[in-house]
């Protein structure tokens, strides 16, 4: 089997092992939907109970214990996992991330938590795809491109959604859209979403009615994009103000999680709406149903943006894609209502109008990918005629929440730790090579007691310009002699005998150790105005890097990547 | 790859053992040491083909006041720099990745569960996964500190046995120490194994070291082990013929490490065989 996949066309490789990864996806995203079906069944008696409030908090700290102690597996919705799998380690991913987040994510929502399950099921069709091409011995382009379409696999099938998919794979995952990635990745797409048809059926999650659009709702649109972004804003601010307060309260992680939980339940109380995924929220926008006025709506808002920080900041497991629409839908409809108060005289278009642009604004300002949120919202909500309001509420809230917000909510982790190697940025070039790989030998040692005249002598017979001060008995490097540096004393023949190498060299040349990254000694240089410095490992010499091999193995590795 | 060993260290009376056989090793192989004290509960190794996870039991991040300062002292006394690893690349905040272009590592018995198991024929399923997947070599010593003074490569003619033949020449020639072949014949002559010796370019270096061959056309395998000096270090190739062959008749390397008590470098089937 392994023989014939490789005899195969290289496109050809990854068309027939993407649609093997899209079955992955798509299987994984019907088992997490049946799973939180039947939690939510299990669990519908005890919800009208008194001590319902509880139900959070319990399914929260269940949720963490299975994670860390069961699957062994580590917290967060996995998303920057996979994007850090991608950008630095060839998409490799765990085996057990396949299932961990999976059952995790379905304890957490099922119980009540605000959360989606679009998150964790991102990485498990991503780990599918990761351990598959491992299986047939993939390169690691060839398994980064198969991640992106176990990642596309898991959205298209879990939302019905092949485009957007596609979409998200491409802006949030790779951040790169190229052709052998979009056939890939377009395959896996299309095959997860057939397995969820076939599966649970084609249906359109949020079906709505037909619109009639005015130019008035057109100028509307502009206002409703600055409360999506303000409320994007919020949302990641709060989230990550939540996750730091937290984890410098309570240390015992199941606790903290049960303390979200609860402070949900009890929110949940009074705004039953923010509870769980919230897809029934979401319907009722839609579909004229959700009878509270103005200041209620504006309330589940700020509800639901409350309730999934407390979820997701205190170590529940869950995703954003599913608060982000509830949130952007409630928008929406706030939008509308305050609209209706403030103009009553002009005819609006309906409140599942404004709901459906309102999701689109939210989503694409938290993942800062606009195409995911319009082919997302167009997909869901089979609402093309809304096309041209969607993309412009995407632009503009992508536009504005930038300003407050730099980074989508998946790559601030790692932005902190200087991880987010884009492609076709420099930092990421320079980081598929390997200091290891640039070392130069063009050198000659030299030792501090040897005299200048036995120096001189040496320069004359080479043509080197560097050279390394090495102690003769301990082998430890001492210093560095540039050529320029010391031709006034050269020419001086009373020194030849009375100066020596020690006091020639300079001890100060900044050194570099294999354990650096080539931008952290591209800085080196910079600081240094040096054109070669030595590399330099316990104390001993390795050989010399010179600014103009860097370059060279840059453009090199640029060649590379455009023949790929 | 670098010529360092790597050895994550456990700040535990057992830990010291280990890291006392880690220092030794080290001396003798002309290997620098690089140590890794762990601050969280789990590490990541990215492999060419698969990232293994390594579970440390609790004992390993017990006491993180005192780990550094006792192993400097181990390493120290044994005559070594101390050098620490400290990782740069984290695949989730509390989940950091080990660098793996190291020339060996050295594991005990099992890292990933519970420290209790360290008795012969028990080799844990995260120290197999880092030998089925690892570019270098893994060390695992007895469970109480005790030089090796001789090196005893077992060859059955495999590619992964050359390669552990490979790494039983270096370490003997580095280290001074002499070196003995242990073949057990199953039904072949020995100029069987002498051709793939040849073959491989390894028979003018062996003939330089003077080894021995422990040769055995009869007898039950793990009867012959007793020939073993028990102050030797066990060289072994690990996991080359397929999980299917190895299912059906057993893998010599099991049978090893289940009778002989020595300290054993095991070579997996991904172990580059780069030397020198």
Known sequence: ?564 | MRNELLHVFRNTPFGRETLMHSVYFCKETGTSLRVYIPKFRQFLMYFEHEVVTVDLDRAFLRDPGTAKEHAEAIIREGGLTPYFIEPKGFTASTLPDLPVDYRYMTCPRTISNLSTKIGLGYIGPRVRNIIRNASFPVFIPTSVYKEWKSVVVFFGGSQNAIKALRYGIEISTVSGFPLLLFTQGEGKHRSYYEEGIQKAGLLDSLKTLNYKWLFFEKGDFRINLYEVPHNSLVVVGAYGHGAVREVLFGSKMEEIQTVLPNSMLIVGPNCAPVLG
């Open chain 1, 1 to 564: 089997m392994r023989f014939s996949i490789h005899n195969l066309n290289e496109r050809l490789q990854l068309i027939l092992i993407g649609a093997v990864v899209g079955v992955g996806g798509g299987l994984a995203s019907v088992a997490l939907n049946r799973s939180l079906e039947w939690g939510a069944e299990f669990l519908h008696p005890y919800r009208h109970h008194w001590y319902s409030f509880l139900l959070p908090a319990c399914g929260a700290a269940l949720s963490t214990l299975f994670l860390f102690h069961v699957a062994r597996d580590v917290g967060g919705h996995g998303v920057p996992e996979v994007i850090y799998s991608v950008t630095r380690r060839g998409g490799l991913l765990r085996l057990r991330s396949s299932f961990s987040r999976l059952v995790s994510c379905c304890l957490t929502i099922a119980s009540g938590g605000s959360a989606g399950p679009e998150s964790p099921v991102v990485i498990s069709g991503a780990s599918v795809a990761s351990n598959i091409a491992s299986f047939f011995r993939l390169r690691d382009r060839q398994r980064v491109v198969l991640v992106g379409g176990g990642a596309a696999a898991a959205i298209a099938s879990i939302f019905n959604a092949p485009v957007a998919g596609i979409a998200f794979s491409l802006e949030a995952i790779l951040g790169e859209w190229t052709p052998t990635n979009l056939i890939t990745i377009g395959v896996a797409s299309a095959v997860g979403t057939e397995v969820s048809r076939l599966l649970q059926g084609n249906q359109i999650p949020f079906e709505g009615e037909p619109f009639i659009i005015s130019d008035m709702d057109l100028v509307g649109c502009l206002g409703l994009a600055v409360f999506t972004c303000f409320a994007s804003v919020f949302l990641v601010r709060l989230l990550r103000y939540v996750r730091e307060v937290s984890s410098k309260t309570i240390s015992i992680f199941w606790i903290r999680a049960a303390c979200g939980g609860l402070l949900v339940g009890l929110i949940g109380l009074l705004l039953p709406s923010v509870m769980g995924e919230g897809y029934g929220a979401i319907r009722n926008c839609i579909g004229y149903t959700y009878g509270p006025g103005l200041v209620l709506a504006g309330l589940v808002v700020v509800g639901k943006i409350v309730a999934t920080c407390l979820t997701i900041g205190t170590g529940g497991m869950g995703g954003l894609f599913a608060p982000c629409l509830v949130i952007g839908s409630f928008t929406g409809l706030f939008y509308q209502r305050l609209l209706v108060h403030l103009a009553p005289g002009i005819h609006w278009a309906g409140e599942p109008y404004f709901a459906l642009l309102g999701m689109a604004g939210v989503i694409s300002s938290v993942l800062q990918a606009p195409m995911t949120g319009i082919f997302l919202i167009t997909e869901i909500t089979g609402g093309y005629q809304v096309l041209v309001s969607v993309v412009l509420v995407s632009v503009i809230s992508v536009t504005l929440s930038h300003i407050f917000e730099p980074f989508s909510v998946y790559h601030q982790e790692l932005v902190a730790h200087g991880e987010l190697l884009r492609p076709r940025t420099d930092r990421r070039v320079l980081s598929e090579l390997r200091i290891t790989e640039l070392l130069e030998h063009n050198y000659h040692v030299v030792h501090p007691e040897m005299r200048l005249r036995e120096f001189v002598e040496l320069l004359k017979r080479n043509e080197y310009h560097f050279f390394p001060v090495v102690d003769s008995k301990t082998g430890k490097y001492l210093g560095l002699i540039h050529f320029d540096d010391i031709r006034s004393y050269l020419f001086d023949t009373n020194l030849y005998d009375s100066l020596l190498v020690e006091e020639l060299m300079d001890p100060t040349v900044p050194t570099v150790s294999l354990d650096d990254e080539l931008p952290e000694v591209l800085e080196i240089f910079e600081q240094g105005h040096d054109s070669t410095l030595p590399v330099v490992h316990d104390g001993r010499l390795l050989g010399l890097i010179s600014k103009a091999t860097i370059l060279d193995h840059y453009r090199r590795e640029l060649i590379v990547e455009e023949e790929v």
